[in-house]
């Protein structure tokens, strides 16, 4: 009974350890969706400025 409960205690520390990496995995991927998210929003913000601004000069 003793080598059981030692057998189980490695087996779940090595389930806790994939989850703790699977979800550092998965909080770093969520970072580089937003971090590119937020990239192209700036973008298309620069571009709106850069489109309103040349678009202001031209019918004034």
Do not use: F, P
């Amino acid at each position: 009974m003793g080598t059981r409960g030692v057998i189980g205690d490695k087996w779940s520390m090595r389930v806790l350890w994939a989850c703790a990496i699977g979800s550092a995995i998965s909080l770093y991927m969520v970072a580089v969706e937003r971090q590119m998210q937020n990239r192209e929003r700036m973008m298309a913000e620069s571009l709106k400025a850069m489109d309103s601004d040349s678009g202001g000069g031209e019918e004034a």
